[in-house]
């Protein structure tokens, strides 16, 4: 037996505890079962019950103590042979879900494919998702706009009455008028959902595939395109604004309702132009987002040949930095009214700027290219390529200096490129200069088999924790896994990652997963769904949007 001795609690005094190698890890991993499982267990929880903890903190001390209670002595390990280390610990996670993510039991396999048209008008909401323990799924709405994508919380994350949508659909001519008959109606792109009701009205229509969109620190919404040549759009009171059109993407053409040049939705032509999906903004005026491209991909969608490189990473800088937390009255006074854009450049060295194939991590500086041009200028100036950069989001959590924002590359699972996150810390974030590597940037997370190709993230409010959504690719329904923050052991990754949730519509996906400000309740949207059964909404196909309950705060977390 190894030998741990323990601080007391409550001033008592340290208490040996021994523990055999095939202890604690194994025993949360199920590898040790019944007797000798349940006597030693039993001894352990008395022994800690006694010292005072809660029956929580000793599950977690369980936890804790299984990875260093493991002996290098060979007799401590009979009766293991052909046990994977790996496999061990990951089922130690899966049973120990409740402790690290607040989720009682995780999802071992995906939802079971679905052929044809699986969404019906009466089908309850947890027809639409497979749940982890504990997760309870209801409708928000179901009559939002097909390809409902990201949304945002207004007015605040705290207390909001509605849900701020991207619709990522192409320019549709839908063959009717607005009401009043004057005004062609076109596409919804950006819609509003009222939480208390489900009720939809479409804020503006006529975007090209809108994707990311965020509430800005200064109470606006910033919305955004997901092709080559998007554009963003700045939207000043969302819940006035109603059924605008953008009658010309390239100029920026905007009408109201009523045929008259729009003052509260205005396009933002000093950030750059590329296809956005995440977004990460500061309160100075900031803006990090990265620009959805694959590498090698042809000029015809959008790419610059096959040896040219995959997607940037881009960085605006107001030229009138935001020092003020009160809310815009005109557009005019927002920070994305000028500005310039660089794109990120990463060295494989520190000393000095060595960048090119293989220096995807590391040391980054930003390097000056135009915003009209951004794509073709981060190409000949050497920034950084990744495989397609779809959603990037700031980390709240973070608490050093600079910001945190990470991003997923979905790659292409059929190539057995699986996925990744990447996490970078901007340590000044309103410097950008080719010569100081401000920017440190590694792999969070890696996709596997089962685990790929990454869409949407989310910090979950509180924990830390990471939840990626995945496209669905070729390898069933699509998830939702949650990842670990990054703890004191060697490594710089996640340490460890659980499927919570399915979709069981296998022509959907999951996207524009996002908690509320506690971290107990996500929403999430059932996009593009095979809609033949559904009638149409307001002259156009319709998405789900769930709301999902019954997340928990692990204990550690409540203080």
Not at 55 to 79: E, H, M, W, Y
Not at 347 to 372: I, K, M, N, R
Request: net charge negative; charged share 25%; aromatic share 8%.
């Amino acid at each position: 037996m190894a030998v741990r001795y323990e601080s007391g609690v409550a001033n008592q005094s340290r208490v040996p505890i021994r523990i055999t190698a095939r202890s604690l890890l194994l025993v949360s991993s199920g590898v040790v079962r019944k007797c000798e499982k349940e006597s030693m267990m039993e001894k352990f929880r008395k022994r800690m019950m006694k010292w005072g903890m809660s029956a929580a903190k000793v599950s977690l001390a369980a936890s804790i103590l299984a990875l260093p209670a493991l002996s290098a002595q060979a007799n401590d390990f009979d009766g293991l042979e052909g046990y994977d280390f790996g496999s061990i610990v990951q089922q130690g996670l899966e049973r120990s879900s409740l402790i690290w993510f607040g989720v009682g039991k995780p999802l071992k396999d995906s939802a079971l494919p679905t052929t044809g048209d699986y969404r019906t008008p009466t089908q309850p909401a947890s027809a639409q998702v497979l749940l982890g323990d504990g997760l309870k799924a209801e409708y928000v709405t179901r009559t939002v706009g097909h390809n409902a994508d990201q949304f945002a919380f207004w007015p605040s994350d705290e207390n909001p009455t509605h849900l701020i949508f991207c619709i990522e659909g192409a320019p549709q001519d839908l063959g009717t008028f607005l009401p009043g008959g004057l005004i062609k109606k076109f596409n919804p792109s950006v819609q509003r959902v009222r939480l208390q009701s489900g009720a939809v009205e479409t804020i503006l229509r006529g975007m090209n595939r809108c994707d990311g969109i965020r509430r800005t620190p200064w109470g606006t919404i910033l919305a955004t395109e997901e092709v080559t040549d998007g554009g963003a759009y700045e939207i000043l009171g969302p819940l006035q604004v109603t059924n605008h059109t953008i009658t010309d993407r390239s100029l920026g053409t905007i009408i109201d309702e009523n045929g008259f040049p729009a003052s509260a939705i205005v396009k933002r032509k000093a950030l750059p132009v590329i296809a956005f999906e995440g977004l990460a903004i500061l309160p100075s005026g900031v803006l990090v987002g990265g620009d959805e491209l694959r590498p090698g991909s042809p000029p015809s969608q959008g790419g610059l040949g096959s040896d040219s490189d995959g997607g940037a990473v881009f960085k605006f800088i107001p030229a009138a930095q935001r020092t003020t937390n009160e809310p815009l009255t005109d557009l005019t006074q927002s920070p994305f009214a000028g500005g310039n854009v660089y794109a990120l450049q990463v060295s494989c060295l520190d000393s000095t700027q060595q960048f090119g194939q293989g220096c995807e991590v590391g040391s980054g500086a930003w390097v000056a290219v135009s915003a009209a041009n951004a794509r073709g200028d981060a190409y000949k100036t050497g920034a950084t390529g990744y495989y397609r950069p779809e959603d990037l989001e700031l980390d709240r959590e973070f608490k050093g200096e600079g910001a945190r924002f990470c991003w997923t590359d979905t790659q292409e699972e059929v190539g057995k490129d699986f996925g990744e996150v990447v996490c970078a810390v901007d340590r000044l974030p309103l410097i950008a200069d080719p010569a100081q590597r401000t920017v440190v940037l590694n792999r969070f997370v890696e996709g596997d088999a089962d685990f790929n190709s990454f869409d949407n993230l989310e910090f979950q409010p509180k924990t830390g924790n990471l939840y990626i959504t995945e496209d669905p690719g070729t390898h069933g329904n699509g998830d939702v896994f949650a990842c670990l923050p990054d703890g004191d052991d060697r490594d710089i990754k996640s340490d460890g990652c659980l499927k919570m949730i399915s979709v069981k519509d296998s022509s959907a996906e999951p996207t524009g997963f996002k908690f509320s400000a506690d971290g107990r309740t996500a929403y999430l949207s059932i996009q593009h769904s095979n809609d033949g059964l559904m009638p149409k909404v307001d002259d156009y196909a319709t998405d789900d949007i769930i709301k999902i309950t019954g997340f928990r705060i692990p204990f550690r977390f409540e203080r």
